[in-house]
C-alpha cells in the first residue's frame, strides 16, 4: 500500500512563521509535523509515498532526502509531486499524484492520504479497508472547538457498515481528520480545471453510498493556526 502526503499548502494562518518555513516543517514538540507522519506510517508497515510540496519546496525535499538517509527510516521509498505554480488543492492535488500512487501495480490499490499539518496519535495500522464497491473511508474526529459545526455525518446502523454521509442527513455531525483510505477510482472526470478540492467529489461518493467512515477518539490538533501550535507546544 502507498501514502499520499499532503505537504504542498502555503499556511497563511500560520504566518509570519510559514513566510520562511513551510507549514509542514514547523516544529511540534521539537520535531518537525512532517516527520510524525512518515514515523507513523512506518510503524504501520506502510513504506512507499508520494509527498506533494509546492510553497518552498525544496526545504520539504531536502529535509525528508536527510531524514532517509537516518536507520530508522532507511525501508521507506519517497517521490515529490511538485506543484511548481502553486498549490492545486486537494483534488487537484490527488489528481497530479496519481500517476505515482498507481505505477507498479497490475490493477488500481487504494492508498492512504495524510494531511501533513495534522498532530495526531492515529495508528494506521487501525485504518479500516474499503468494502465493495465503495472508494473512500474517512477518519473522523470530535469537533474541536474552533470547528463546532463539523464536516459529515456517520450513520451507524447495526450489522452494517458505517456510512459517511452530509451533516444535513445524521443527527451528529464530526470532522475530517484529515486521513482517509481512497481507491484511484473516487476521483472521476470530468475535471473543469486543474485547481479543485476533493469535497465535490466526497459528496458525490456519499450520495452513490460509496464513502465509509470510522471515528478516532484520540489526540488530534489540526496546527492551523499560532494559537493551537503555542498550545500544543506548551502542553509537551
Do not use: C
Not at 444535513?168 to 473543469?192: D, K, N, R, S, V
Request: net charge negative; charged share 15%; aromatic share 8%.
Amino acid at each position: 500500500m502507498k501514502a499520499l502526503i499532503f505537504a504542498a499548502g502555503r499556511g497563511e494562518r500560520l504566518r509570519p512563521l510559514t513566510d520562511h518555513t513551510p507549514k509542514p516543517l514547523i516544529a511540534v514538540r521539537g520535531k518537525p509535523l512532517i516527520q510524525y507522519h512518515m514515523e507513523a506510517l512506518l510503524q504501520a508497515g506502510i513504506t512507499d509515498w508520494v509527498i506533494n510540496v509546492s510553497w518552498l519546496h525544496q526545504q520539504i525535499i531536502d529535509f525528508v532526502s536527510e531524514l532517509l538517509k537516518k536507520p530508522h527510516m532507511a525501508s521507506a521509498q519517497v517521490q515529490f509531486s511538485i506543484e511548481t505554480d502553486g498549490p492545486l488543492e486537494t483534488g487537484g492535488g490527488m489528481l497530479k499524484a496519481l500517476p505515482l500512487l498507481t505505477t507498479g501495480q497490475a490493477k488500481p490499490e487504494p492508498f492512504v492520504v495524510v494531511n501533513a499539518d495534522v498532530f495526531t496519535d492515529f495508528d494506521f495500522q487501525t485504518l479500516q479497508p474499503l468494502p465493495p464497491n465503495h472508494t473512500v473511508n474517512l477518519v473522523l474526529v470530535n469537533n474541536p472547538v474552533h470547528h463546532p459545526a463539523g464536516d459529515f455525518g456517520l450513520n451507524t446502523a447495526p450489522n452494517q457498515v458505517p456510512q459517511l454521509t452530509l451533516k444535513e442527513h445524521a443527527p451528529a455531525h464530526h470532522t475530517y481528520a484529515g486521513i482517509g483510505l481512497y481507491h484511484p477510482e473516487f476521483l472521476q472526470p470530468p475535471f473543469e480545471q486543474a485547481v479543485f478540492k476533493l469535497l465535490p467529489h466526497l459528496q458525490a461518493a456519499i450520495s452513490q453510498q460509496r464513502a465509509t467512515a470510522q471515528l478516532h477518539q484520540g489526540l488530534w490538533v489540526d496546527v492551523g493556526s499560532v494559537e493551537r501550535l503555542d498550545a500544543l507546544n506548551q502542553r509537551g
